[in-house]
């Protein structure tokens, strides 16, 4: 379930939303005008659509959502369709101020204030497949959470953790950080004909990783860390885990 949350909440730059245009006083832009000669409508927020509409100049238009670099308009005749971000900073607001696109970029990234993203790699071995949400206190200190689900060839195991993470040079394309945390691990054994219990152990660890900055609003993320297990036995299990993955920042 975390991890499926986690999917959802990477998906959410592509839904609708408006609020990255903003006028010349700083307020949400509803309506824009044309002032080219025409503005072309595609059928879909892609180049590849075909264009099947054209606003002229002095036209009023409608903002309605937005999808990476393509906005959804509406004509005053109801009829709705796709303009390029590019084409849309030659428009108009209502006070006749150029419309002025705010559009994440390196600033943007430096600046953030969550985060989210998918990973995938290996923990002890065994494949890893781990979710996260983030808020950033300052710029340079952030709190987490994980959830992850990883396949051995004789258990299952689920994973949550609190992690806190050091990022000394939120500014970089690509940038290291350090994390530590605490969290808790249960181990599901697959069916065999000695069954072994099932555990649940208090787990702790610490790492260090990269960010790399790609475009819009998308990261790579890339991290190892190195796990203690606080068993109930006389010693404690140690265990590595590294992961690559997507994420996205807000």
């Not at 497949?129 to 051995?152: C, F, V």
């Not at 609190?162 to 970089?172: A, C, E, I, K, M």
């Amino acid at each position: 379930m975390p991890i499926a949350i986690l999917m959802i909440l990477l998906l959410l730059p592509a839904q609708s939303w408006a609020g990255g245009l903003w006028g010349s006083e700083g307020q949400d832009v509803a309506r824009v005008q044309v002032t080219e000669a025409y503005l072309s409508w595609r059928t879909g927020p892609a180049s590849g659509y075909p264009v099947f509409h054209t606003s002229e100049k002095g036209e009023w238009l409608t903002i309605l959502q937005r999808k990476t670099n393509w906005i959804k308009v509406m004509d005053s005749r109801g009829r709705e369709g796709w303009v390029s971000v590019a084409d849309l900073a030659q428009t108009v607001d209502v006070t006749g101020e150029t419309v002025s696109l705010q559009v994440p970029d390196l600033d943007s990234f430096g600046k953030r204030r969550a985060e989210a993203g998918l990973m995938m790699g290996e923990f002890d071995g065994a494949a890893v497949m781990a979710g996260y949400g983030g808020l950033w206190l300052t710029r340079n200190l952030s709190a987490e959470l994980w959830g992850s689900q990883i396949l051995g060839s004789a258990s299952e195991i689920r994973m949550v953790n609190g992690n806190l993470v050091h990022q000394p040079f939120p500014d970089w394309r690509i940038s290291p950080f350090f994390t530590l945390g605490i969290g808790h691990i249960w181990v599901e054994p697959k069916a065999s004909l000695a069954q072994p219990e099932e555990r649940d152990n208090s787990i702790g660890h610490a790492g260090l990783g990269i960010r790399a900055y790609i475009t819009d609003r998308y990261f790579i993320r890339a991290e190892v860390k190195d796990y203690k297990v606080f068993t109930t036995r006389s010693t404690n299990e140690e265990a590595t885990e590294w992961k690559i993955g997507l994420s996205i920042f807000f």
